[in-house]
């Protein structure tokens, strides 16, 4: 399994976003619009995954949406921006959510979801959740299938101009979550997705680490910092209340 992308909640319009981590020497852009959710994104994508930052376009719609995602986005957002959840990629988002409901493991069902890019192409894809109460507890990740293969998305993306070169020089690490009882989760994610464990604090996916770190104040457990490698420099700053480690 493969980290897809990290959505962190946005006041900023995706204009400003992607204008922000330009003058940071990153090729971030606008993505598009989500029209049935009320939402908008910018993106900045790596070699094998992606950051998404998720804004309110229509909060009418985003209220009216009745999804997951959203739900947890309105959360969110009542208190601050922020990192939101994580996604994984699948290629038999079918067979996950079969293997899940065998597991007791109650899911949304396979649903189906599509982005207005600005070009005015449509990008389509499947989603499925673990249904859980949304709350400040640490979100479980969701999963996502796209209607094309990687080789042939990541080309049409470099056609149309999401990535350039400096985009594939980048790596998303790890995501480094703070949660109240770092053993209690790992154990759950490994039950759920059959992760495996490279030691007692960090979970392994395909092309990045899940690191489990006690939250030491607050009582939102949420992912706390993104590693991204590749830059050559060192920084690390908040950006819309999230923490970014480039190294």
């Given at each position: 399994?493969?980290?897809?992308h ?6 900023k ?14 090729h971030?852009v ?8 009320g939402?908008y ?19 009418e719609?985003a209220?009216?949406a ?17 990192f939101?959840?994580?996604c994984i990629?699948t ?8 293997q899940l ?12 979801a599509?982005?207005?890019t600005?070009?005015g192409?449509?990008r389509?894809?499947k989603m499925?959740?673990?249904?859980e109460?949304?709350?400040d507890?640490?979100p479980?990740p969701?999963?996502i299938e ?5 080789q042939?998305r990541?080309?049409a993306?470099?056609?149309d ?5 400096s985009?594939?020089q980048?790596?998303?690490?790890a995501?480094e979550?703070h949660v109240r009882?770092p053993?209690e989760i ?7 997705f059959?992760l495996?464990?490279?030691?007692e604090?960090i979970?392994?996916?395909?092309n990045?680490?899940l ?6 104040s607050g009582t939102k ?7 991204i ?6 920084e ?9 480690h480039?190294?």
């Amino acid at each position: 399994m493969y980290l897809d992308h990290i959505v962190h909640h946005v006041t900023k319009t995706p204009s400003q976003v992607a204008t922000d981590w330009k003058e940071k020497g990153l090729h971030a852009v606008i993505g598009g619009q989500h029209t049935n959710w009320g939402t908008y994104n910018a993106l900045l994508y790596t070699k094998t995954s992606y950051i998404e930052w998720l804004a309110l376009e229509h909060k009418e719609i985003a209220e009216s949406a009745n999804h997951p995602l959203i739900d947890l986005m309105l959360h969110d957002l009542k208190t601050a921006p922020g990192f939101g959840t994580i996604c994984i990629r699948t290629t038999s988002i079918d067979e996950l959510y079969k293997q899940l409901e065998a597991k007791g493991i109650e899911t949304s069902g396979v649903l189906h979801a599509e982005r207005k890019t600005t070009s005015g192409l449509v990008r389509k894809w499947k989603m499925l959740f673990v249904k859980e109460e949304i709350s400040d507890a640490l979100p479980t990740p969701f999963f996502i299938e796209w209607e094309e293969n990687d080789q042939d998305r990541y080309q049409a993306l470099q056609n149309d101009g999401t990535i350039n070169q400096s985009n594939l020089q980048l790596g998303i690490s790890a995501c480094e979550f703070h949660v109240r009882d770092p053993k209690e989760i790992m154990n759950k994610w490994k039950r759920y997705f059959d992760l495996v464990e490279e030691d007692e604090h960090i979970l392994l996916l395909s092309n990045t680490k899940l690191v489990f770190k006690q939250l030491e104040s607050g009582t939102k457990e949420r992912l706390a910092t993104v590693h991204i490698e590749g830059l050559g420099d060192k920084e690390t700053f908040i950006y819309e209340q999230a923490m970014y480690h480039f190294h």
